[in-house]
């Protein structure tokens, strides 16, 4: 026997089981993002590097370290994309979509990859669902990408989180903060980790973002960009956060958000779970005013976010057992039969009920009622149709409700009536 190939580390199947819980979700999700007038769209998983080092920005962890990049037949360098946005920017630029419509509103759902140290919650291959707002500037926009999540993540029975936002100002405003926060942490410099001394000469807003507790109790007392925002973003910050408190969405300020990619302005936000162990973010997003103008297109104003699919699905297999969602039992009908003479008419019965739109099976090979009955049960069908010699003669099926436990005899001409539900 050869030896078995394994999948790459970091890269997990999606087996049976656990695709419907999926597809549930993605379901919703789509309806929902109808329901606030979002279009799909979709981009290619592999792009020029160079949009991702230019978009993301060269100092950021994702592009310094964690790229899929190789170079193709053809001598070019191509990467695996870590995150949707670049692509749909560049995508939204490339199509001139401005020029068809002032504002849009587009979605994804899809494969994200990253060469990160796999854990819980951490993949190399991970799914996003994200979303952009192209063109709008308004509060409004940044408060109903929020509302957004909050209300998909509510609709999917998730009660315990918390959604923490900052805003980062506009570039101007970072300049003279980045330099007196750089003056201000060399000041302690020895006492910083590796990681915070790299950021130190990058990005120092990063340092805001290090898990190591003495770092955070260096940075405990430093001035935050929250502090130094100008009029505009203080009143754009001061909108989206009444705007939530209306819409009934809970939130805390949390001035040491600064998100791990480049491109962010203004609003910044994190939605995060206890349940998740030490990747607690399931979502982040924030505007970015910016990256459109550094990819080539017309300077516009943009904001989106994005949910951790593998993430999500944790949260809400944490407390399947009480969802009403995932608690319906499967619908449909399993035809059972005891001989070759009542297997072609259940053959037949399940052509039918296939052709009104309802789920039917029968199995391919003779076997005993028994094990049928044990089929329907772990499949979930809903009823169970037996057929035996007097079934066949009256042109009946006997027809087991497993909900109610109840049993008819029903005509095989009523059957599609009698269980469509
Ligand atoms: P992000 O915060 O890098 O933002 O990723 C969004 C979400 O993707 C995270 O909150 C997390 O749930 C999930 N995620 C990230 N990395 C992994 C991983 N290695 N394994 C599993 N899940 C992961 C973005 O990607 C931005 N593009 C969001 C955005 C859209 N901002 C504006 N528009």
């Not at 029975?157 to 060399?186: A, C, V, W």
């Not at 593998?310 to 035809?335: H, I, S, Y």
């Not at 059972?336 to 009104?356: C, G, K, M, N, Y």
Request: aromatic letters at 8%; a neutral charge; one cysteine or more.
């Amino acid at each position: 026997m050869s030896d078995k190939i394994q999948s790459v580390p970091g890269m997990s199947d999606l087996l049976p089981a656990h695709s419907s819980l999926w597809q549930v979700i993605e379901q919703m999700a789509r309806q929902h993002f109808a329901v606030y007038g979002f279009s799909e769209i979709r981009v290619p998983l592999l792009e020029d590097t160079k949009l991702f080092a230019r978009g993301i920005g060269e100092a950021t962890q994702v592009v310094s370290k964690e790229m899929y990049t190789f170079t193709d037949r053809g001598g070019d360098s191509i990467t695996l994309r870590p995150e949707g946005t670049a692509g749909v920017v560049r995508a939204y630029v490339q199509h001139s979509l401005h020029a068809q419509e002032p504002i849009n509103k587009v979605y994804y759902l899809g494969p994200m990859f990253r060469y990160e140290r796999p854990q819980k919650g951490r993949l190399r291959q991970f799914h996003q669902i994200g979303a952009e707002t192209f063109g709008a500037n308004s509060p409004t926009s940044d408060a109903e990408m929020i509302i957004l999540v909050d209300r998909l993540v509510k609709r999917l029975g998730i009660d315990s989180y918390q959604l923490q936002i900052n805003s980062l100002g506009s570039h101007e405003e970072r300049k003279p903060f980045m330099e007196k926060l750089t003056q201000l942490l060399l000041g302690f410099k020895n006492q910083l980790c590796a990681d915070c001394h790299k950021r130190l000469e990058k990005n120092p807003l990063r340092v805001f973002d290090c898990k190591n507790a003495s770092c955070q109790a260096l940075t405990k007392n430093a001035p935050t960009l929250l502090e130094v925002l100008g009029p505009e973003s203080k009143q754009h910050f001061e909108a989206v956060c009444c705007q939530l408190e209306t819409a009934g969405v809970a939130f805390v300020i949390n001035p040491r958000i600064v998100r791990g990619l480049d491109y962010y302005e203004q609003t910044a936000f994190e939605f995060i779970s206890d349940k998740l162990g030490s990747q607690s973010a399931f979502a982040g997003g924030g505007r970015y005013n910016r990256l459109v103008e550094e990819l080539g297109g017309e300077p516009t104003s943009a904001v989106g976010f994005a949910i951790g699919m593998e993430r999500l699905v944790m949260l809400v297999d944490a407390n399947r057992e009480t969802n009403p969602l995932f608690t319906q039992k499967n619908r449909g009908v399993f035809l059972a039969s005891f001989d070759e003479a009542d297997r072609i008419i259940a053959r037949q019965l399940v052509q039918v009920l296939r052709d009104a739109g309802i789920r039917a099976e029968a199995d391919f090979e003779p076997k005993s009622i028994k094990s049928q009955m044990r089929r329907a049960n772990k499949q979930g069908f809903r009823f169970v149709a037996v057929i035996g010699e007097n079934e066949r003669l009256s042109q009946t099926v006997a027809l087991k409700d497993l909900e109610s436990g109840m049993q008819t005899s029903v005509a095989q001409r009523e059957l599609v009536e009698k269980v469509k539900l």
